[in-house]
């Protein structure tokens, strides 16, 4: 017992710089052991307490307790056996090791693996999660999967959930002939007031948060483009790990033509993935790319042909999805490193000023009112 404690240790000492849990998950964690449905186990029980002990009161302080006394003799041993480890460091060991017993416990509640489970109730937007897979899937197909205001905060807490859930990564994906058209243009004028000040407003803070999410969702994220994307469904993808699309698929971000500007942190992804000269043309000019003009340029992983599309790409993620999750979450923070993520954010946060502005100008308003009264399509 005390190795298998000492090798939690030295783990938790080696994933310290990779990974943080606040109070509040801690909190959480603590909440969790209470209602779970199956006995972890002796063994777990006690690691569980040694780490409380030593993320609530630090190092093992309290005298060797009798050597007949074996019950709390076993679990002075292993809190004992953290040494010096910082509470911060139990304190994220603790979650993780509650969030590991997680899938078992719940598990038998939810039948047979393989089993879908529809995660949230939404029409617009449908998560579930199965085979280690969180999908989230756009889902309008009758308006292009356009994004409306709602939606943003919908996906922003499917994220979120998806975050702290047992599965081993997320994957977006649209339902219908679209991956999606984007902003719903609609969002402008269905403001309760009608006021477009108060959209603008409200709309830049919605944004900020939805990007905000992305740059720090941990797991790989995953998007499975099954057919044309347009605005932020494309430079979101730059926030994206790994990108599969359809020959069907287009990439098109149309700013200027709406009187807008460049928004999910593309004005710095795009010009680093693809070099400044093809992210010009894409962000200033609104030139739309082909499945294979965007895996040239490195934004797409690789292009599938529409067909099969399904079938290959889902297998070949739920073979990924059985690899060691915490591995590749910490492969995944080496890759985004804490300073590139505090790059993003502040990129995200002027991206979204702007805009804010740019959405009460008149060559976006212009835009707008294009569309909807039908002058305009792409
Ligand atoms: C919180 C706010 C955050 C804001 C973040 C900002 C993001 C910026 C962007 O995303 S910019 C991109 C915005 N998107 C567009 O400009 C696309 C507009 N749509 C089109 O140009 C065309 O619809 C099309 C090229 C995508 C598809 O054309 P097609 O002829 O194939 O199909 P229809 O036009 O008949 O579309 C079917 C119905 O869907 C509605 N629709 C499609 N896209 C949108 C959209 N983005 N917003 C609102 N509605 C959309 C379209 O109006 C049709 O509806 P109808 O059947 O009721 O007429």
């Known amino acids: 017992l005390l190795q298998v404690v000492r090798f939690l240790a030295a783990r938790v000492h080696l994933g310290r710089a990779t990974?943080?849990?606040?109070?509040?998950?801690?909190?959480?964690?603590?909440?969790?052991v209470k209602l779970l449905k199956e006995d972890p186990g002796n063994e777990v029980k006690v690691k569980l307490y040694a780490l409380y002990k030593q993320a609530t009161e630090g190092?093992?302080?309290?005298?060797k307790p009798g050597v007949f006394d074996f019950i709390n003799k076993v679990k002075w041993d292993a809190?004992?056996?953290l040494g010096s480890l910082p509470k911060e460091t139990a304190r994220q060991n603790y979650v993780d090791l509650v969030s590991s017993l997680i899938p078992s416990s719940e598990a038998s509640s939810r039948g047979e693996p393989g089993t879908q489970e529809k995660l949230l109730a939404s029409e617009d937007v449908v998560v579930t999660s199965e085979d280690g897979i969180t999908k989230i899937v756009f889902n309008r197909p009758t308006k292009k999967n356009a994004i409306t205001t709602q939606m943003y905060q919908e996906i922003t807490q499917a994220l979120k959930t998806a975050s702290k859930d047992n599965s081993a990564m997320t994957v977006f994906t649209g339902n219908g002939d679209y991956y999606s058209s984007g902003n719903d243009l609609t969002n402008f004028t269905s403001t309760p007031s009608g006021n477009i000040e108060?959209?603008?407003?409200?709309?830049?803070?919605?944004?900020?948060?939805?990007?905000?999410t992305f740059i720090d969702f941990p797991k790989p994220?995953?998007?499975?483009?099954n057919g044309p994307a347009v605005g932020?469904?494309?430079t979101t993808l730059g926030l994206f790990d790994v990108v599969y699309a359809s020959d069907k698929a287009t990439f098109h971000?149309?700013?200027?033509?709406?009187?807008?500007?460049?928004?999910?942190?593309?004005?710095?992804?795009?010009?680093?993935?693809?070099?400044?000269?093809?992210?010009?043309?894409?962000?200033?000019?609104?030139?739309?790319?082909?499945?294979?003009?965007a895996y040239a340029q490195g934004l797409v992983t690789e292009v599938f042909p529409d067909s099969t599309l399904q079938k290959e790409v889902w297998a070949r993620l739920k073979a990924y999805a059985k690899l060691p999750p915490n591995a590749m979450r910490i492969s995944k923070s080496l890759i985004k490193s804490s300073s590139e993520r505090e790059k993003l954010h502040a990129v995200n946060a002027e991206e979204c000023t702007t805009l804010q502005a740019r959405w009460l100008s008149e060559e976006c308003i212009g835009a707008v009112t294009s569309f909807m009264s039908r002058k305009a399509k792409l």
């Open 232 to 234: 932020i469904s494309v």
């Open 19 to 32: 990974m943080r849990a606040s109070q509040k998950d801690f909190d959480n964690a603590v909440k969790q």
């Open 59 to 63: 190092s093992c302080n309290v005298p």
């Open 221 to 225: 994220l995953v998007a499975v483009v």
């Open 253 to 293: 971000t149309p700013f200027s033509h709406l009187g807008q500007t460049p928004e999910a942190c593309s004005s710095y992804t795009f010009p680093k993935i693809m070099g400044p000269a093809k992210a010009n043309e894409m962000l200033i000019f609104g030139k739309k790319l082909t499945a294979g003009e």
């Open 198 to 212: 108060e959209f603008a407003k409200r709309g830049a803070d919605i944004l900020r948060d939805f990007v905000d």
């Open 79 to 81: 809190w004992n056996a």
